[in-house]
């Protein structure tokens, strides 16, 4: 088991108002459960829609990206590297979430070639699925 991050900014380099990870449950070798906490004040939802607020599927997307960026992090030790999404596949929304709702991210490193990493991941709302999507990502050194 790998030990978690001191803090989510010490694994990535996404800050407020874009990051979307408000906490790490648990981390394995190849798997997190990360978790988020969407505010009627989130930039995002002020405009999608008036009157029936929601959060927008490629909102979640990167949550699902964010919390594979934690995992690649402590699986490559690059800690200096920014993650940059390479490929998104076989999205599916099946949940609305809304302003108040809390959602689980779980996400699995299916598997890492040098520094090209292919990842699936699932949103769940209230124990029921609100997306799910296959990624890859490669990491750009910083220094």
């Known amino acids: 088991m790998n030990q978690l991050p001191l803090n989510i900014s010490s694994a990535i380099p996404h800050r407020p108002p ?14 997190i459960h990360c978790r988020k906490r969407f505010n009627a004040d989130e930039f995002f939802v002020q405009g ?46 099946k949940q609305m979430v809304r302003p108040g709702d809390t959602v689980d991210i779980h996400v699995e490193l299916m598997e890492s070639l040098s ?11 209230g124990g029921k699925l609100a997306a799910r999507l296959e990624f890859a990502c490669t990491t750009a050194d910083t220094n």
């Open 115 to 125: 520094n090209a990493f292919f990842l699936k991941g699932k949103i769940t709302v």
């Open 18 to 31: 874009m990051l979307l990870i408000d906490e790490i449950v648990a981390q394995a070798d190849q798997t």
């Open 48 to 93: 999608h829609f008036p009157g029936y607020p929601l959060v927008p599927g490629v909102i979640l997307c990167e949550s699902a990206l964010q919390a594979g960026a934690i995992l690649i992090a402590s699986v490559s030790g690059q800690s200096s590297s920014v993650p940059v999404v390479t490929r998104l596949d076989g999205v599916k929304f």
